[in-house]
């Protein structure tokens, strides 16, 4: 989140240096290639993310979001299409980082949010979540 946080504030130029930004803050070598798939998907597909994420956030864009919502949500969706986590665990760790890094209502705007898009891509996501 904190590198795709920084990719919005200094653009493209910043890309070059995720790398070395991850490997500062992860320890593990799994974790660090992991992260860099996520923060590359969130990225590349934020336009697609966006439109997805705006049919759902009324009367925000992306544009007017928090920093930290707006890439909240993009790891997220970025972790669903790897489907490598459950999504309850996907979306409970986007409100956990959405409530330390975020305001006061980032945990249930998150919630919200990405509650309504995994029940519209995925049409089995209540018997999948719970």
């Given at each position: ?59 925000w864009t992306m544009a007017r979001m928090a920093s930290v ?62």
């Open positions: 989140m904190q590198a795709l946080c920084q990719l919005d504030s200094q653009g493209e130029e910043y890309l070059p240096t995720v790398t070395t930004f991850l490997a500062e803050h992860v320890e593990s070598g799994e974790t660090l290639s992991y992260a860099h798939e996520v923060v590359e998907l969130a990225w590349r597909e934020r336009e697609v993310v966006e439109k997805e994420i705006a049919q759902h956030a009324q009367g919502d707006r890439n909240v949500l993009r790891v997220a969706m970025a972790e669903f299409d790897f489907a490598k986590a459950p999504p309850k665990v996907i979306i409970n760790e986007a409100i956990e980082i959405a409530k330390e890094f975020g305001s006061g209502e980032s945990g249930g705007f998150v919630n919200g949010i990405l509650d309504k898009v995994w029940n519209m891509i995925n049409p089995n996501a209540r018997e999948q979540k719970g």
